[in-house]
């Protein structure tokens, strides 16, 4: 039976990390990987979603340039280039992952892993045949799979989730995106622009849940505004077949309606992948809500660690990376810990949408004493140049310290400006800090400066 000093299930974002650095670490390190390195982000989550907003960027800059007297003619779309063009920046930042593991000397196996003891684990390999690796740490890093609803027709064909989107080799006419989460407003906003006619259906009325309120309904009204057709609050009965590709029954203060697309797609969010894994057999807690963790990435077993999405939580490839960091820290003899109070997070719509830390009501649920400033894109020089004078920044601060506790931004490359509010964030400076600092002119970033300034006037 061979030994190892760390063993890393699953490639992903977070075992890629974990590997990496359990490895620079001075680790004897194994990956077991059952599909291919890179898991969601890099094949069918933010990276190719990164890529088709930029497309999205380049058609409307393409559309919006007569204005300014340019004139680049009829805009077109390639799809089948374009989704070419997808794939080589998948490939190429997965074979560029795949590199990296190969210069850190981690051992990459294809293959199923289960725990059979707190430092045991089975893989089935590809071949079907089984070997046992004796790892004196583990970290679990299995990922998630998309949910759906458990209504009739969910799984029959045409029914699909971002995965098998980005996948399609011709452009849909028409789909209908089921969800409020971030992922079905980017993809929304994504094959809109593309020139699909888009329903949007969700059960519950509000989109963006965990989002500020004032920012999720500026953003759904941008999206109405837009063409997108938006059935919030509603049943979902039943997924059929139809003349025009899948029909959706919804129903929703006593009436019933059909919404036809050409495929269906279900974006719920994302599952802890757990089943299979053996976590009984090593005694491994776990909730309907993933692995269970300390600040440690530590699991209620001694020596075994997990990260990523498989925790529950917030799924975010920024976030899983910095778990895989931190329990391949701790396999390897460290003592680090994580700090979930300054995330940044984005939504890829049209206005784009960034927020860290508290919501307003969040902070009111709180009885948190709070003041709350407001600064408008339209106000901004550089936001009527470029055309992107839709949108706001919002920041949220302690009324006595001043200590920003949140920041909300829609408009233009908010998921670049939310940056310099979140590192003020984490060296918990006050709005004053912000405001008082001098910002080159015409920028976005002025937007900031004169939120934070308004909050100390």
């Known amino acids: 039976m061979d030994d190892r000093d760390v063993v ?59 204005k300014d007297g340019i004139n680049v003619g009829k805009v077109s779309i390639d799809f089948a280039k374009l989704m070419s063009e997808k794939e080589k920046v998948v490939k190429g930042v997965v074979t560029g992952m795949e590199a990296l593991l190969q210069a850190r000397s981690v051992e990459v196996v294809s293959g199923l892993a289960k725990l059979t003891s707190p430092n045991q684990v089975e893989i089935t390999l590809d071949t079907g045949t089984t070997e046992t690796v004796r790892a004196k740490k583990i970290v679990i890093a299995s990922g998630s799979f998309a949910r759906r609803y458990q209504v009739p027709g969910a799984y029959g064909s045409g029914v699909l989730t971002a995965k098998e989107l980005y996948d399609l080799s011709e452009l849909p006419k028409s789909l209908a995106i089921i969800g409020r989460s971030v992922t079905a407003l980017e993809l929304a906003t994504v094959w809109l622009n593309l020139g699909c006619d888009i329903s949007l259906i969700a059960r519950r009325p509000r989109m963006l849940p965990n989002e ?89 077993v001694k020596g075994v ?108 490359q908010a998921s670049e400006l939310i940056h310099e509010v979140a590192a003020i964030m984490q060296m918990r400076g006050t709005a004053r800090d912000l405001g008082a600092i001098i910002y080159g002119h015409p920028t976005l970033h002025e937007t900031i400066q004169r939120t934070a300034h308004s909050l100390f006037m």
């Not at 680790?27 to 898991?39: C, H, N, S």
């Not at 899948?246 to 006593?254: A, D, L, V």
């Not at 020089?381 to 009324?399: E, L, Q, R």
């Open 8 to 66: 890393v299930i699953g490639g992903g974002s977070a075992g890629f990390l974990a590997a990496e650095i359990a490895s620079q670490l001075g680790g004897k390190v194994m990956l077991v990987e059952k599909e291919k390195i890179g898991g969601i982000c890099p094949t069918w989550g933010c990276i190719p979603m990164c890529f088709m907003d930029h497309c999205v960027e380049v058609i409307k800059s393409a559309k919006a340039a007569e």
């Open 305 to 412: 660690y997990a990260a990523g999405d498989v925790t529950g939580g917030m799924m975010l490839a920024s976030v899983a990376m910095i778990q895989g960091m931190v329990a391949a820290e701790n396999a390897m003899g460290r003592d680090a810990t994580i700090d979930y109070r300054v995330v940044p997070r984005a939504v890829r719509t049209v206005p784009a949408m960034a927020s860290v830390g508290l919501t307003e009501g969040e902070a009111q649920e709180k009885g948190l004493n709070i003041k709350v400033g407001k600064f408008p894109f339209d106000q901004n020089p550089k936001a009527s140049i470029i055309g992107g004078s839709k949108g706001f920044v919002k920041i949220i601060a302690d009324s006595t310290s001043g200590e920003i506790l949140g920041a909300h931004i829609v408009g233009p």
């Open 212 to 300: 500020d309120e004032e920012v999720a309904t500026y953003i759904r009204q941008a999206l109405e505004d837009d063409g997108v057709h938006i059935y919030a609050g509603v049943d979902i009965e039943r997924i059929d077949d139809s003349q025009e590709g899948k029909s959706i029954t919804i129903s929703g203060e006593g009436v019933k309606q059909k919404v036809e697309a050409q495929f269906a797609v279900f974006a719920l969010g994302q599952q802890p992948s757990v089943d299979g894994l053996g976590l009984e057999n090593a005694g491994v807690a776990v909730t309907e809500d993933g692995i269970e963790t300390n600040e440690r990435m530590e699991t209620s």
